[in-house]
């Protein structure tokens, strides 16, 4: 075979990939959509459209969801115990679950986004819950300005030594972006997802029945696998930026995390945290990990009314 027939084979193999990839990742996400359809309202900023969820009365409380997830992860159990006292807000943020992504996809561009479009629903200063990356969206919306109290749970705050896992620095490479991503929203199977669920828990168990409820399909979509992971990849420089004004802020801020949280290490974030911020209150949970909105709710409904409190 000449070098010309053999490039020629190769091109017509690579074009094949190609197509059998698009049409694999589209029946794909057509399928999430399918299965986990929009279950909320949306509201429109600037073009772009946010998906929400609200029920129940009282004070306003806004919860944010964290990376690779949806508002979904907050209705599985969580918001339910808490909607005979709260207005509970809950949203996707942009490019994740069915909120449009932005053009920016910084914290304070997420939070903004937030705030502009929960205002046209007359949400003006509420407690503001975060989850993992949503706490750094929490943190950067009262660094905005607005939220009258922050509970964040296993939320990232400080810059953290060493690098993102392989995967990310992968897909912040434009080979990593044109070929991981197509290829793991065509590909990657239900038992890696539920490998990485059971990792992201550990060391306490997968609730029965969150696997189904959350829709992980949805997260597995090329669209929200961009925007997910150029968000977690500009995450550490904007932490760095934000440090420096964490003494500004003299809201109320309580803080709840894991000991076991190898995620979001306590000692690199809501630890030193926690004394930065002149009003904060610290619930350290000893042996738990990254969900403790799932396996200690209890400590998360006190805090929670707590910071409505104070």
């Not at 918001?79 to 807000?89: A, K, N, S």
């Not at 440090?243 to 801020?253: D, G, M």
């Amino acid at each position: 075979m000449t070098w010309t027939k053999l490039a020629a084979s190769v091109l017509i193999a690579v074009a094949a990939l190609a197509g059998v990839t698009h049409w694999r990742a589209s029946a794909r996400e057509a399928a999430a959509e399918a299965a986990f359809p929009p279950t909320g309202q949306f509201v429109t900023v600037d073009g772009k459209r946010l998906h929400y969820e609200m029920q129940g009365t009282g004070p306003d409380l806004v919860m944010i969801h964290g990376a690779s997830g949806s508002l979904r992860d907050l209705t599985f159990a969580l918001r339910d115990r808490l909607t005979d006292r709260y207005r509970v807000i809950v949203v996707d943020r942009p490019g994740l679950g069915h909120s449009d992504p932005l053009d920016e996809t910084s914290l304070l561009a997420q939070a903004r986004h937030i705030k502009a479009g929960l205002a046209q629903l007359g949400v003006e200063h509420p407690v503001v819950l975060g989850q993992s990356y949503g706490g750094a969206v929490a943190l950067a919306w009262a660094l905005d300005g607005g939220p009258r109290a922050l509970v964040l749970v296993g939320s990232p705050s400080l810059p953290w030594p060493g690098k993102l896992d392989p995967w990310y620095r992968l897909t912040d490479t434009w080979v990593g972006r044109q070929l991981a991503i197509p290829l793991a929203a065509a590909y990657v199977p239900q038992s890696y997802v539920s490998s990485v669920t059971a990792g992201v828990f550990a060391p306490d168990p997968v609730p029965p029945g969150y696997e189904a409820h959350l829709g992980a399909a949805l997260t597995l979509r090329r669209e929200t696998l961009a925007a997910n992971t150029s968000q977690i990849n500009a995450l550490r420089a904007e932490l760095v930026t934000m440090e420096p004004r964490y003494p500004t802020l003299t809201l109320p801020v309580e803080l709840i995390h894991g000991t076991a949280d190898t995620i979001v290490p306590l000692d690199i974030h809501s630890g030193p945290l926690s004394q930065l911020l002149p009003k904060a209150t610290i619930t350290v949970i000893p042996g738990a990990g990254h969900m403790p909105h799932h396996s200690h709710q209890g400590l998360v409904l006190s805090a929670i009314d707590r910071a409505a409190l104070r």
